[in-house]
Nanobody
């Protein structure tokens, strides 16, 4: 059984940094596109960063240059380093793993329905 556990959320002021981490058990971390999503009340969950099987990364424009996604296949961890945080980054953040190979790995195309395994969500709050 796959189990994802996310941690690292919190409250910071604008311009601050946070690092989110996601650990997994029962999952082959190295074989799939992995992603971080975020969701605000009343809106759909959106992918913000993704990393593919060979470690190539991609981001939505709103976080490009500020967020960095990384993974450690040996430790089965997926991280999201978030710098220069802004109030509009306030959301619940989720790590996500698919149940099968997707064939693509860009946040521009990823949908929440592509992923069958989710971390429990961690709140990030950025104050101005």
């Amino acid at each position: 059984q796959v189990h994802l556990v996310a941690s690292g959320g919190g409250s910071v002021q604008a311009g601050g940094s946070l690092r989110l981490s996601c650990g997994a058990s029962g999952y082959d971390w190295s074989s799939y596109c992995m992603a971080w999503f975020r969701q605000v009340p009343g809106k759909e969950r959106e992918a913000v960063a993704a990393i593919d099987e060979i470690g190539s990364t991609s981001y939505v424009d709103s976080v490009k240059g500020r967020f960095t996604i990384s993974k450690d296949n040996a430790k089965n961890t997926l991280d999201l380093q978030m710098n220069s945080l802004q109030p509009e980054d306030t959301a619940v953040y989720y790590c996500a793993a698919p149940t099968a190979s997707l064939g693509y790995c860009s946040p521009s195309y990823l949908k929440s329905s592509d992923f069958g395994h989710w971390g429990q969500g961690t709140q990030v709050t950025v104050s101005s």
